[in-house]
């Protein structure tokens, strides 16, 4: 009898833990490719397969990379070049053929969902209308090849959306970017699908005065807590703060159901002399602590229990992008494999990591510094073109162009303004002057500019009083874990079906 109770224990627990880790939040890893001595995608599933990293982001569709995942069991979060917006918003049979070529046609990888563009409101204004159509003919395109329901359409936008996020509560979305992305809203709120943003405390801490440095790594002293005056909340880490200063403003809009995803987070590990804030150890604790906070799966402050899919940027160190010397050391490996810092996410030894061949990406012209503008890194030869070749369909066939959507009735009244001009590439400038403000990959990453400077800025914090005992300015101490309530409650679940 012993035996036996013993065993139904045994096999609650199982159950118990195996739920948690469903419901968990999956980490995942932005895989950039602008360097020539990266492992060959292969070799990159083998590496991932050590570590605990469950999902991984690409900026394009590379089929190379794509055929390597097939069977991995890894989700892959594909992308669409800001280029390709205009032919998928105008030309649905446009978007079904890149739907063919790009996803059905690798049955047997883990293809979960479409990223349109990069910021796109901020380095590609004049594309802000086509972006819910391009979006719309994308989803009508899975729809017909009953993909829809694993593929998610989505769109990724720094936090400069934002007009002001101190604190979270006061979080509104700025007037012209509101007046575009209200429609975007309503089709993620039909499709289920997230709203990706890329947060990066870093940039909070580097661009903005008064920020606690410990705030932002996930380890605030007694007094380096925030608290919300409006909401009553209390933050205790900027991550949490960011991602519900979106939530606040996706509320002021209507749309308490549209869920959020972090496309991008990340800390550099090397810069430039002149850069304030890249560390080695303050990359290690961000990223560890971040891997941490989101295992334990209690969400935010505003949304408790609530999933957020994150994607830290990046897997590999990538040696020929723009900009000082930290857009190239964000990885959290270098590119013989090894990692960069202890991140705990390591299941296992490290694989023998191949290097793909360097030959595959030139050297950069003669007097132009890799990753500098106006150079960038070009396809690999023998490769399928990322870009698929067979013409669209000729015109008529598929939607009419995209025009600019009418504002939503609770903004303004009028038409949507004009949009602020294209961001054109500065003149080159050399080292080390200072960092450059254009990547011909991805735009800099940041949370957005702060409003003018003051010398209060951020406002000044409420600070409870601190509770020395629990270690929280809240008398109960901070949260339970609620996975360890899930286990609980779980087990006691299995115990009395097994008793019946």
């Not at 850069?275 to 604790?285: W, Y």
């Not at 995209?402 to 009735?409: K, Q």
Request: proline share 16%.
């Amino acid at each position: 009898m012993g035996i036996t109770r013993s065993l139904q224990i045994a096999a609650a627990l199982l159950v118990a833990v195996s739920l948690v880790s469903y419901v968990s939040a999956a980490i995942g890893v932005n895989y950039g490719t602008v360097a020539n001595d990266l492992p060959t995608p292969e070799a990159t599933v083998a590496l991932l397969k050590t570590t605990s990293i469950e999902k991984v982001k690409l900026f394009d569709a590379n089929p190379a990379i794509l055929q390597a995942f097939g069977g991995s069991g890894i989700g892959v979060f594909i992308g669409t070049g800001n280029d390709q917006i205009p032919l998928l918003a105008n030309q649905a049979g446009y978007a079904l053929q890149w739907v063919q070529t790009n996803i059905a046609a690798y049955p047997t990888t883990d293809i979960i969902g479409v990223s349109l563009g990069n910021e796109i409101l901020a380095y590609a204004s004049d594309l802000a209308p086509m972006l819910l159509p391009a979006m719309e003919n994308l989803h009508s395109a899975l729809v017909s090849l009953g993909l829809d329901a694993k593929v998610k359409v989505s769109t990724a936008s720094s936090l400069g959306i934002l007009d002001d996020s101190e604190p979270p509560s006061n979080s509104t979305f700025r007037s012209w970017e509101a007046s575009v992305l209200a429609p975007v809203f309503g089709f993620l709120s039909r499709t289920g699908s997230p709203f990706m943003i890329n947060a990066y405390p870093y940039f909070a801490y580097t661009n903005t005065p008064n920020t606690s440095l410990n705030f932002v790594l996930f380890q605030p002293g007694p007094t380096e807590t925030r608290f919300d005056p409006v909401s009553g909340l209390t933050y205790y880490n900027m991550f949490d703060a960011q991602c519900d200063a979106v939530f606040w403003a996706l509320q002021k809009l209507g749309f308490t159901n549209v869920s959020i995803a972090v496309s991008e987070t990340g800390w550099p590990s090397v810069g430039d002399p002149y850069e304030f804030g890249p560390s080695m150890q303050d990359a290690q604790t961000f990223n560890q602590n971040l891997v941490k906070h989101l295992s334990a799966g209690n969400g935010t402050p505003l949304r408790p229990g609530v999933i957020i899919d994150t994607y830290i940027f990046a897997l590999y160190n990538e040696n020929l992008k723009a900009g000082p010397a930290s857009e190239r050391n964000f990885g959290l490996f270098t590119s013989s494999g090894t990692p960069v810092y202890d991140l705990g996410i390591m299941l296992g030894e490290t694989p023998p990591v191949p290097i793909g061949d360097p030959g595959l990406y030139p050297p950069p012209p003669v007097g132009v510094s890799p990753g500098v503008p106006p150079y960038s890194v070009p396809p690999p030869p023998g490769l399928p073109p990322y870009i698929i070749p067979t013409p669209p369909p000729p015109p008529g066939t598929g939607l009419p162009p995209a025009s600019i959507p009418p504002p939503p009735p609770f903004l303004p009244p009028g038409t949507i303004p004009t949009p602020p001009p294209p961001f054109t590439t500065p003149p080159p400038f050399s080292y080390p002057i200072g960092p450059s403000p254009y990547s011909p990959y991805s735009p800099p990453r940041r949370m957005g500019p702060p409003p003018p400077f003051d010398v209060n800025y951020p406002p000044p914090y409420l600070y409870p009083p601190y509770d020395v005992v629990h270690g929280s300015n809240n008398a109960h101490g901070r949260p339970v874990d609620r996975n360890v309530i899930l286990v609980f409650l779980t087990a006691q679940a299995v115990l009395y079906i097994l008793q019946l």
